[in-house]
């Protein structure tokens, strides 16, 4: 069992985000990216490299994810991933990350990293490497979108 939770800025201490998601779109359409060894849609982000701060992981994951050149980040919020593990030795009860939303105005080339491709959705396709905790964030950001 997933849950999904969603905090403001400071109530997250900014050294427990651990990764960042950036619900992007381009052209009024979603971006989505196809992990190189996956059959399924992600939204793209990453994991925070040591001493990077949050909004620069989001820049960098955008920018590597979907060679998206021209783009207005914005964060809209911390989220947490809380899920059951019988082994809790390997994941933490609860993992934080940052949420984003980009408009892209222009994308690029595709860096030859671990995505293989990137496509554009009306709305989120039903293979998603990630379905418990996708559409939420996805619902998280249109509410930003539409303030």
């Known amino acids: 069992m997933i849950k999904v939770n969603f905090y403001k800025w400071n109530e997250v201490n900014d050294k427990d985000l651990l990764f960042a998601v950036i619900v992007s779109r381009y052209k ?37 994810e979907t060679g998206a050149n021209t783009f207005d980040i914005k964060p809209i919020c911390v989220y947490s991933v809380t899920k059951e593990d019988v082994d809790n030795t390997k994941h933490p009860t609860e993992t934080f990350g940052g949420l984003f939303f980009a408009e ?37 950001a249109i509410s930003f979108i539409e303030k």
């Open 28 to 64: 009024n359409k979603w971006i989505l990216a196809k992990h190189k060894e996956r059959n399924t849609w992600e939204i793209p982000g990453g994991h925070r490299e040591l001493g990077e701060e949050i909004k620069n992981t989001a820049i960098r994951e955008l920018q590597e």
């Open 104 to 140: 892209v105005s222009e994308v690029g080339k595709l860096p030859n990293l671990e995505i293989e491709k990137i496509d554009f959705f009306d709305e989120l396709p039903k293979a998603l490497t990630y379905p418990e905790i996708q559409p939420q964030l996805l619902k998280k």
